[in-house]
């Protein structure tokens, strides 16, 4: 298992993939460059909140960012058919509509 001290070096390493600069990523995250430096130096380490955005933001689990899990969990879709792609384009708009909070519910009773 990786330690903390071991984040910063993922972090960059992400970061660098993505094809981001330190200040792109600053500003996704609404901080400053610094941060950032400092995260990816192990000077600091982000809050809870940001971990979650930077796995959002690089398709990894929060699990892979604190070097729980060693896997980015990422997932080839290269042999997909356009009839998969759209079959999944549709799974994932139906969970989203029934995951979205039903605002009119204390209206329908």
């Known amino acids: 298992m990786e330690t903390m001290s ?4 993922k972090l960059k390493e992400l970061r ?13 995250l609404w901080l400053k460059k610094s941060t950032v430096s400092y995260y ?9 909140e940001i971990i979650v955005k930077l796995s959002n ?3 990894v689990t929060t699990d892979y960012l604190l ?15 356009d009839e998969d792609i759209e079959f999944l384009e549709n799974a994932v708009k139906l969970l989203r509509r ?3 909070p039903d605002r009119y519910s204390h209206n329908s009773k």
């Open 98 to 100: 029934k995951n979205l």
């Open 57 to 59: 933001i690089f398709h």
């Open 16 to 28: 660098k993939e993505a094809g981001l600069t330190q200040k792109q990523l600053a500003d996704r």
């Open 40 to 48: 990816e130096q192990s000077v600091h380490y982000p809050s809870p």
């Open 67 to 81: 070097g729980i899990e060693e896997k980015k969990q990422t997932i080839d879709v290269t042999d997909l058919t």
């Open 6 to 9: 071991d984040f910063g070096k």
